[in-house]
């Protein structure tokens, strides 16, 4: 049996954060006597998680192209573009300049925006804005009121190129050997499986470092541009130029517990003389702000590769004893904050795992090579990625940001989510309630898509507080971006007389007691329409009067057909799964 998801989680208490360096200094606000050689900056993970899209990016999102839009933005008299831009703006700019279709625009808009500090309540708003509205026309003007940070949307665009497929990894299948490539990359099995970029703080560090010059770049007013666009030794970057790099960059002082912000850092007035800050013209010297940066720059004590190291093994509410010697589960949230709270499972093979705590509440969720298993996550997520799954069920609680599914085959995942996508899937079906439409990216054969057709008590409190709503749904309006499927062939919606409800096998404690938003029409009906045909059939039974051998001999007849029935469609194990451990039915959800 499941408990109740504990109390409301964010971060640990600031006694729990671990310390950078050694020495015993812990305070919330940077002060002069502080060591600043000890300053440490780190790559932050979840725009790399979250925000870089898993699949090639449009040409137009080059260097060379993304330095002009930032010219353009500052000097062109187009209005809403600078320092804010609005979509009414950016939509000028990605359908007129890029050519970009006005759905792709949109995609990466909306991306973007989701990684924004707002809160849950902010979120519900903005559903209820959409779901109002009775036309495109009229959800385009509630759009055009929006907007986004000018120069962390273009960092934001260029970090797209992290998934850029290049002639020479194609060929020789890795990149060329560097002693930061050779860095060995801890992993939940022997062999690597860091192979996704986006979860591997190696190459998010990689790329940070690789292109560091061009994001700074990037991020220059036009004057301090040369005539080729590119910076000078004079060069000065301005401090909201360095506050924008804070979308990527963060860091701490050694022996202190507080993170900040790079642009604190930067500002902060011992590291002025390494920064390059000058507190007369306000600004940083392009060639001493990059030098400390790369000075400074290390390992993101939050990222995948420490949670492997160091990280703590969940303690399940329900599993199945003896069989998990290969299953592999680490996680940092017992001493990481807010958006750095990582939970990596990998091999879990015939287990039915299950789980509602604290220890999963906002945490960026991998699943990695699970097979022939039944996995409950009845938490509020902030992402979850599931790759090279086979032959499992995944039931999550909210995702606040995005669900990803890459080179799975045969899964089913039931979730309600701000964003799915899916690439390299085959014969895998998605029970989902989306405010977005869901992505079908490239290799995917037969996605199956379906509405969201379960419940548990905690749902609906767990939705909003990832500010998810019930409207507007658009499970059923998948936009395929592929090159080898242009046309709707990849998908199919779930016959609705293929349609059953899912019942999750556990208690717990809270409100909801229905599928929110209920179920659409059609569904409805077959559901309807079945239980119909359960209720004649009883009737015919009640009605056939058989003697109290013959109702004996049928109830074994129905159970044999039920049994062969379990058998045959994989059920049987499921069932067999939920049988609690021996040692007791009843366990926390710790």
Same mark, same amino acid.
């Given at each position: 049996?499941?408990?109740?998801?504990?109390?409301?989680?964010?971060?640990?208490?600031?006694?729990?954060?671990?310390?950078?360096?050694?020495?015993?200094?812990?305070?919330?606000?940077?002060?002069?006597?502080?060591?600043?050689?000890?300053?440490?900056?780190?790559?932050?993970?979840?725009?790399?998680?979250?925000?870089?899209?898993?699949?090639?990016?449009?040409?137009?999102?080059?260097?060379?192209?993304?330095?002009?839009?930032?010219?353009?933005?500052?000097?062109?008299?187009?209005?809403?573009?600078?320092?804010?831009?609005?979509?009414?703006?950016?939509?000028?700019?990605?359908?007129?300049?890029?050519?970009?279709? =006005?759905?792709?625009?949109?995609?990466?808009?909306?991306?973007?925006?989701?990684?924004?500090? =707002?809160?849950?309540?902010?979120?519900?708003?903005?559903?209820?804005?959409?779901?109002?509205?009775?036309?495109?026309?009229?959800?385009?003007?509630?759009?055009?009121?929006?907007?986004?940070?000018?120069?962390?949307?273009?960092?934001?665009?260029?970090?797209?190129?992290?998934? =850029?497929?290049?002639?020479?990894?194609?060929?020789?299948?890795?990149?060329?050997?560097?002693?930061?490539?050779?860095?060995?990359?801890?992993?939940?099995?022997?062999?690597?499986?860091?192979?996704?970029?986006?979860?591997?703080?190696?190459?998010?560090?990689?790329?940070?470092?690789?292109?560091?010059?061009?994001?700074?770049?990037?991020?220059?007013?036009?004057?301090?541009?040369?005539?080729?666009?590119?910076?000078?030794?004079?060069?000065?970057?301005?401090?909201?130029?360095?506050?924008?790099?804070?979308?990527?960059?963060?860091?701490?002082?050694?022996?202190?517990?507080?993170?900040?912000?790079?642009?604190?850092?930067?500002?902060?007035?011992?590291?002025?003389?390494?920064?390059?800050?000058?507190?007369?013209?306000?600004?940083?010297?392009?060639?001493?702000?990059?030098?400390?940066?790369?000075?400074?720059?290390?390992?993101?004590?939050?990222?995948?590769?420490?949670?492997?190291?160091?990280?703590?093994?969940?303690?399940?509410?329900?599993?199945?004893?003896?069989?998990?010697?290969?299953?592999?589960?680490?996680?940092?949230?017992?001493?990481?904050?807010?958006?750095?709270?990582?939970?990596?499972?990998?091999?879990?093979?015939?287990?039915?795992?299950? =789980?509602?705590?604290?220890?999963?509440?906002?945490?960026?969720?991998?699943?990695?090579?699970?097979?022939?298993?039944?996995?409950?996550?009845?938490?509020?997520?902030?992402?979850?990625?599931?790759?090279?799954?086979?032959?499992?069920?995944?039931?999550?609680?909210?995702?606040?940001?995005?669900?990803?599914?890459?080179?799975?085959?045969?899964? +089913?995942?039931?979730?309600?989510?701000?964003?799915?996508?899916?690439?390299?899937?085959?014969?895998?079906?998605?029970?989902?309630?989306?405010?977005?439409?869901?992505?079908?990216?490239?290799?995917?054969?037969?996605?199956?898509?379906?509405?969201?057709?379960?419940?548990?008590?905690?749902?609906?409190?767990?939705?909003?507080?990832?500010?998810?709503?019930?409207?507007?749904?658009?499970?059923?309006?998948?936009?395929?971006?592929?090159?080898?499927?242009?046309?709707?062939?990849?998908?199919?919606?779930?016959?609705?007389?293929?349609?059953?409800?899912?019942?999750?096998?556990?208690?717990?404690?809270?409100?909801?007691?229905?599928?929110?938003?209920?179920?659409?029409?059609?569904?409805? +009906?077959?559901?309807?329409?079945?239980?119909?045909?359960?209720?004649?059939?009883?009737?015919?039974?009640?009605?056939?009067?058989?003697?109290?051998?013959?109702?004996?001999?049928?109830?074994?007849?129905?159970?044999?057909?039920?049994?062969?029935?379990?058998?045959?469609?994989?059920?049987?194990?499921?069932?067999?799964?939920?049988?609690?451990?021996?040692?007791?039915?009843?366990?926390?959800?710790?």
């Amino acid at each position: 049996m499941l408990g109740a998801a504990e109390r409301r989680g964010g971060g640990p208490p600031a006694s729990h954060l671990p310390r950078y360096g050694k020495k015993p200094f812990h305070p919330d606000v940077l002060s002069d006597d502080m060591d600043q050689s000890g300053v440490l900056l780190w790559v932050k993970a979840e725009p790399f998680i979250v925000g870089a899209l898993q699949f090639p990016p449009p040409s137009k999102f080059s260097l060379h192209y993304l330095k002009k839009i930032a010219t353009y933005v500052r000097t062109r008299a187009i209005e809403r573009a600078y320092p804010r831009l609005s979509w009414s703006a950016w939509r000028h700019i990605a359908c007129g300049k890029l050519q970009l279709a =006005k759905d792709v625009a949109w995609l990466y808009f909306e991306i973007f925006d989701s990684l924004s500090m =707002k809160s849950p309540e902010e979120r519900l708003e903005w559903s209820e804005i959409l779901s109002n509205c009775i036309s495109e026309d009229e959800i385009e003007k509630q759009r055009n009121q929006l907007s986004v940070d000018t120069l962390q949307f273009l960092l934001f665009l260029y970090i797209q190129q992290l998934n =850029k497929v290049s002639l020479r990894t194609s060929l020789i299948g890795e990149e060329w050997p560097s002693p930061r490539n050779r860095s060995q990359s801890p992993d939940l099995s022997e062999k690597s499986s860091c192979h996704n970029k986006n979860w591997n703080d190696y190459s998010h560090q990689a790329f940070v470092c690789d292109h560091l010059s061009d994001l700074l770049e990037l991020l220059l007013d036009p004057e301090q541009l040369s005539t080729s666009f590119h910076s000078t030794h004079s060069s000065l970057v301005s401090r909201e130029a360095v506050a924008a790099l804070s979308f990527l960059i963060e860091g701490a002082v050694s022996g202190a517990r507080k993170i900040h912000p790079l642009h604190e850092l930067a500002l902060w007035p011992p590291v002025h003389a390494d920064s390059g800050f000058s507190k007369t013209s306000k600004t940083f010297s392009f060639y001493k702000l990059e030098a400390w940066l790369r000075a400074h720059l290390t390992g993101n004590p939050f990222g995948t590769s420490a949670c492997l190291k160091s990280g703590k093994k969940l303690a399940w509410a329900h599993q199945v004893e003896g069989t998990t010697k290969r299953a592999k589960i680490a996680c940092n949230t017992h001493v990481a904050p807010g958006r750095h709270r990582l939970v990596v499972m990998s091999q879990v093979y015939k287990q039915t795992l299950a =789980k509602s705590s604290d220890a999963l509440v906002g945490a960026h969720v991998r699943i990695h090579r699970c097979n022939e298993s039944f996995i409950y996550l009845l938490s509020p997520l902030r992402s979850v990625t599931i790759e090279k799954c086979r032959n499992s069920t995944f039931v999550l609680g909210p995702v606040e940001t995005a669900l990803h599914l890459h080179s799975c085959d045969q899964v +089913k995942v039931i979730a309600v989510c701000r964003r799915l996508s899916v690439s390299s899937t085959t014969s895998c079906i998605f029970h989902i309630l989306t405010p977005t439409r869901p992505l079908i990216l490239s290799g995917n054969q037969r996605v199956t898509l379906a509405p969201f057709h379960t419940h548990y008590p905690m749902l609906e409190d767990h939705m909003a507080r990832t500010g998810l709503a019930t409207v507007p749904n658009y499970w059923d309006k998948p936009l395929v971006i592929c090159r080898e499927n242009s046309d709707s062939s990849v998908f199919q919606l779930l016959p609705p007389c293929e349609f059953y409800v899912f019942i999750i096998p556990f208690e717990m404690e809270g409100d909801t007691t229905e599928i929110p938003g209920g179920l659409p029409p059609a569904y409805q +009906k077959a559901l309807s329409e079945r239980e119909q045909k359960i209720q004649i059939w009883q009737k015919t039974v009640k009605e056939a009067r058989l003697t109290k051998d013959q109702r004996k001999q049928f109830q074994v007849l129905v159970e044999n057909k039920f049994y062969e029935w379990l058998v045959n469609t994989g059920h049987r194990q499921q069932l067999d799964s939920l049988v609690p451990p021996a040692v007791g039915s009843k366990q926390a959800a710790g």
